[in-house]
Nanobody, 126 residues
Framework: QVHLAESGGGSVQAGGSLRLSCAASGLTFDDYAMGWFRQAPGKEREGVSCISWSGGTTYYADSVKGRFTISRDNAKNTLYLQMNSLKPEDTAMYYC???????????????????WGQGTQVTVSS
């Protein structure tokens, strides 16, 4: 059974940093592209970033480009999201997701992912 567990969320002031982690189990981690998504109250879930199985391809939403960095450690079955220069508009529940995708790219849409974690809350105050 696939299980994704996010951690690392919290409350920070604007300009601060957080590092999210997503521990994966029940799957062959390096067969999966991974993504980070977020959902603010009253809004649709949106893609933040994704990474191919090897880490060779990454994608960032324009709103986080230059501030967030996605990475993965396949030996540890763990996905990361380093978030710097946080803004109040980054406040949301953050989810990691997995898609069976041994190829060299990563999907960016919510409906392309098979497995989801429960989320970790990020709150940025001004």
């Amino acid at each position: 059974q696939v299980h994704l567990a996010e951690s690392g969320g919290g409350s920070v002031q604007a300009g601060g940093s957080l590092r999210l982690s997503c521990a994966a189990s029940g799957l062959t981690f390096d067969d999966y592209a991974m993504g980070w998504f977020r959902q603010a109250p009253g809004k649709e879930r949106e893609g933040v970033s994704c990474i191919s199985w090897s880490g060779g391809t990454t994608y960032y939403a324009d709103s986080v480009k230059g501030r967030f960095t996605i990475s993965r450690d396949n030996a540890k079955n763990t996905l990361y999201l380093q978030m710097n220069s946080l803004k109040p508009e980054d406040t949301a529940m953050y989810y990691c997701a997995a898609d069976f995708r041994p190829g060299s790219w990563c999907p960016t849409r919510v409906d392309e992912y098979n497995y989801w974690g429960q989320g970790t809350q990020v709150t940025v105050s001004s």
